[in-house]
């Protein structure tokens, strides 16, 4: 079975041109391919990540390692939701479906618009919620205004199904209850913004926070919490987790120093971009910072059970989970690693046996790649904030995925031309979609 990467352009309806892909020892590339060559998608959805918005100059990280463009990802958001929309419209006027996809129908063949669209986490920034001049948190308003200024262009969308997973950001800014039951901007005083618009809501109709959804049949959607054990699990202003701060404080010395020198952590919440975090943490014991967390127990004996069922039934799965899973798209460092990686890494490969395809996460703006000895790949999502070419007609990263019988294709664009998952050729003005295949 070929499990093999490939990289190719594609004809895409946003300011596109031709383009040559530079490629790696686990990729083949090719030229503008016919859609004749894939089979028609069984279902298909849009994908981003990382928009995390804030109404503030571009300035870089903490540690200086990115340049942040916090206003450019509204530009990056708006156009995604415009290349959404096309594939959305594609062949429109045939409106036949089979059954309706929420069930684990299919759609007919002829129709072939976006059934759903996943943003991988963090949708604001922090800075929306705290002032780290004055150290001190910002009125609440602020936050719901620039929340607002996001969902305004997300609202735009024709596919009205959204998928908001939790990132850390969602937890410096929201409460848990606020996650689960939705933000109604409307009732929040914010005037402009439409009565009927998207509510943004990290919770499934149910009000689980993880989640599995049918989009077809021979098809599983698994959504994940990786922030179910957390410092910050509770939400703004809610208090830190006292279990979660101590599991924090006996792996990382750092953290355990500063919570002795401020003993009102709990209550203040000021661990953020406060102290070393990574002084002296060597290889993956990075992950053991702040602004990660861990699956739970629960919640990791509910997937062993999903995957156990879908195993069983012969079903394919897709994983979406903010945190990274796997060490290797990490560069070895852990820094955005799930605290208990290993944990979920064992149920994914052992329980999953290979029925997991793709796990799709966030969190590293950079973005990476990895495919294990199952071939299930790895994919760690670009942030918006690190598209530095967009006025050259590079519209920034997002793909369309469409999976069809057999191969999950992605198409879209990357951050720059040093792009982990979209790469192209340096200096271009305007760059085609790529495609990243996983042959199944």
């Known amino acids: 079975m070929d499990r093999r990467t490939h990289h190719h352009h594609l004809k895409a309806p946003a300011r596109c041109s031709s383009s040559d892909n530079k490629t790696d020892k686990a990729s083949t590339s090719g030229k503008n391919p016919s859609s004749s060559l894939h089979p028609p998608p069984l279902f298909k959805f849009g994908l981003l990540a990382d928009i995390q918005y804030c109404d503030t100059d571009d300035r870089t990280n903490f540690s200086g390692s990115q340049v942040r463009r916090y206003r450019n990802a509204l530009n990056v958001a708006r156009n995604a939701v415009e290349h959404f929309n096309l594939h959305h419209h594609e062949l429109e006027e045939d409106t036949t479906t089979l059954n309706n996809t929420t069930t684990g129908g299919a759609r007919s063949a002829k129709t072939r618009g976006i059934d759903f669209i996943v943003h991988n986490g963090d949708i604001i920034d922090h800075q929306c919620a705290f002032d780290f001049q004055t150290d001190s948190f910002k009125p609440i308003s602020e936050g719901r205004r620039q929340l607002a200024d996001v969902m305004e262009i997300l609202d735009r969308s024709a596919c009205r199904d959204w998928i908001f997973t939790i990132g850390n950001h969602e937890l410096y800014n929201f409460t848990r209850r606020e996650l689960i039951d939705g933000v109604d901007l409307k009732k929040e005083g914010i005037e402009s913004y439409s009565k009927d618009g998207l509510t943004f809501k990290?919770?499934?109709?149910?009000?689980?926070?993880?989640?599995?959804?049918?989009?077809?049949?021979?098809?599983?959607?698994?959504?994940?919490?990786?922030?179910?054990?957390?410092?910050?699990?509770?939400?703004r202003e809610q208090g830190l987790d006292e279990e979660a701060l101590s599991l924090l404080r006996k792996h990382n010395p750092n953290a355990d120093k500063w919570c002795d020198e401020n003993p009102d952590v709990v209550q203040t919440e000021r661990m953020s971009g406060t102290f070393p975090y990574f002084k002296d943490l060597e290889g993956l014991n990075g992950r053991w910072v702040p602004f990660n967390g861990g699956v739970g127990a629960t919640q990791l004996e509910w997937l062993r059970a999903e995957l156990k069922r879908s195993k069983e039934n012969e079903e394919k799965v897709l994983i979406f989970c903010h945190l990274l899973v796997h060490p290797k798209t990490t560069s070895g460092t852990g820094r955005t690693l799930l605290w208990n990686y290993d944990e979920v890494l064992e149920v994914i490969q052992k329980v999953g046996d290979g029925c997991v395809k793709c796990v799709f996460s966030g969190h590293q703006h950079e973005g990476g790649v990895h495919v294990d000895e199952l071939g299930t790949h790895f994919v760690v999502l670009e942030s918006p904030m690190l598209a530095s070419d967009e006025d050259k007609g590079h519209p920034g990263p997002f793909c369309v995925v469409e999976v069809n019988e057999t191969s999950v294709l992605m198409k879209g664009f990357g951050r720059s031309f040093e792009s982990r998952l979209f790469p192209y050729e340096e200096g271009l003005e305007n760059v085609e979609a790529l495609e990243y295949k996983i042959a199944l």
Do not use: F, M, R, T
Request: glycine share 6%.
């Open 202 to 235: 990290c919770a499934s109709e149910d009000g689980d926070l993880y989640y599995a959804k049918k989009p077809h049949e021979k098809w599983k959607v698994i959504i994940l919490n990786p922030y179910d054990v957390s410092i910050y699990s509770k939400g």
